[in-house]
């Protein structure tokens, strides 16, 4: 079985974060999901969300900011490939104040902050983010 290995990130203001629409060619598009992405062999998990949210949000954290919630691990139908499972690790970032996000079209067409509330209620969130929200609510 083939497993890969991604992260994602609740970039978080104050009682909301942010969620972003895939771009409708993504896999999965048309599903709001957070700031996420393959991690490359050659990266840690901490540098390839760092290059992440600067690639998909126009973000500069520091990898010090990156606070560990939560992994697991699911299968998936991924790339329309069979037998792969998805090692999913979620992060937040805590930000001071809200910040402008440049949409980065090859990845998502739209962006909101939520609540987890909010979040929760949506029908339209990409696999396995309800239960990743159910994982992490006391936490973010």
């Known amino acids: 079985m ?9 970039l978080k203001y104050n009682n909301t974060f942010l969620i972003f629409l ?3 060619h993504k896999k ?5 999901g957070l700031v996420a992405g393959a991690v490359p062999e050659n990266e840690s998990h901490e540098e390839a969300m760092v290059r992440e949210i600067k690639e998909e949000t126009g973000l500069s ?3 010090d900011q990156l606070v560990f919630l939560y992994n697991y691990s699911h299968d998936a139908q991924y790339n329309d490939e069979q037998g792969v499972v998805i090692n999913f690790t979620a992060y937040k970032v805590d930000l001071e104040e809200p910040v402008k996000i440049t949409e980065s079209p090859s990845e998502h067409i ?7 509330e909010e979040c ?4 339209d969130l990409i696999i396995a983010f309800h239960e990743l929200l ?3 609510r006391s936490k973010i």
């Open 110 to 116: 739209d962006h909101k902050w939520v609540t987890l």
């Open 2 to 10: 083939k497993t890969i290995n991604v992260v994602g990130c609740f």
């Open 22 to 24: 895939r771009a409708p």
């Open 120 to 123: 929760y209620s949506r029908s």
């Open 28 to 32: 999965h598009g048309g599903t709001w």
């Open 134 to 136: 159910d994982a992490v």
């Open 61 to 63: 954290v520091d990898p």
